[in-house]
């Protein structure tokens, strides 16, 4: 199976463990400098060389754990409550390849999947390609009009702008979901 998980649940567990010391790259992870602090060591910090990018992450990880096992009594709820907040606004997504787990996972509604509708909606998503993660530093802006024509049909015009503020390249796979009809 796949587990997809977003920077959050690793601020939100900072923020239950404390902060985490990391001398070997110069800095302490906390829950308010996370995803910057990641996104500079695995994209621009790293050893060329060996072309380790995520080696970084590979180091916090069992400091991490080893955080959360030793997590006393009182703060297991605070801990469930973080894995059960991170699910339910879907910062981390489950997968299975197994069946009757994949069902499970959709009932629950802990998968990715593209839910059915009864009523309009628009998602846009960006998804980064090519391990940069410069998606933080995009600018982006959508403008959604809507005329309703005397014959009571809807006409839609969508104007999206993305504006990268570094120098380098960002690859992201856009996609526009609104629903069928």
Do not use: C
Not at 45 to 54: I, S, W
């Amino acid at each position: 199976g796949v587990i997809a998980l977003t920077p959050k649940p690793f601020e939100d567990l900072l923020g239950l463990v404390g902060p985490i010391a990391m001398p070997q790259h110069g800095m302490t992870l906390t829950a308010n400098n996370f995803q910057d602090a990641v996104q500079y060591k695995t994209s621009v910090d790293y050893d060329r060389r060996q072309n380790e990018p995520k080696k970084f992450l590979a180091d916090f990880a069992p400091l991490l754990l080893n955080r959360l096992v030793d997590l006393k009594r009182e703060q297991w709820f605070e801990l469930f409550r973080i894995f059960q907040d991170n699910l339910k606004s879907k910062q981390v997504l489950l997968y299975s390849k197994d069946k009757a787990s994949q069902e499970k996972i959709g009932q629950a509604g802990f998968g990715g999947e593209i839910l059915p509708a009864d009523k309009d909606y628009l998602a846009i998503v960006n998804s980064n390609l090519g391990g940069t993660k410069t998606d933080l530093e995009m600018i982006q802006t959508a403008e959604l009009t809507t005329k309703i024509l005397s014959d009571g049909s809807v006409v839609n015009n969508l104007r999206l702008q993305r504006s990268n503020t570094t120098t380098e390249r960002n690859r992201s796979y856009l996609r526009i979901l609104v629903p069928r009809g």
